[in-house]
């Protein structure tokens, strides 16, 4: 049997628990990681240290157990939220070089906003 995520898991008063949990596998009954029972629990409004204890058999009466150790710390969550569906608005600022000059210093350069349409020589 493999513990999945860390034997020893820190994790902040009030934040839902979700256990990594683990995997058992035996060379004869082959994957028995949906025979994996858990005792203990974990109160995430209640700071203190949790045990969880995790066992299996396999058809010959072979046990495996492992334990993984919750520590429920006091602390604040983290408050800042993102809108994934809130809109960007860029301002662009960009030259454009005139594509029939012939001159190799580039005189005749034009500025521009983005977006607006307006250019200007760069003169004004």
């Known amino acids: 049997m493999s513990i999945l995520g860390d034997a020893n ?3 902040l008063q009030g ?3 979700v256990d ?6 035996d060379v004869r009954d ?7 029972s858990v005792s203990g629990t974990v109160d995430v409004n209640a700071t203190g240290t949790y045990t969880l204890t995790y066992t299996v058999s396999d058809a010959a009466g072979n046990n495996a157990s ?3 150790t919750v520590n429920i710390v006091a602390g604040q969550a983290s408050t800042h939220t993102a809108d994934l569906n809130a809109s960007v608005a860029l301002e662009m600022i960009w030259v454009a070089l ?4 012939e001159d190799e210093m580039l005189p005749d350069v034009a500025f521009g906003k983005a977006g607006n349409g307006n250019f ?5």
């Open 9 to 11: 898991i820190t994790q």
């Open 98 to 101: 005139d594509p029939g000059g």
């Open 120 to 124: 200007s020589d760069g003169g004004s």
């Open 30 to 36: 082959g994957n028995l990681t949906s025979s994996v």
């Open 66 to 68: 492992l334990t993984r």
């Open 15 to 17: 934040v839902a628990w």
């Open 20 to 25: 990594p949990g683990v995997e058992a596998h």
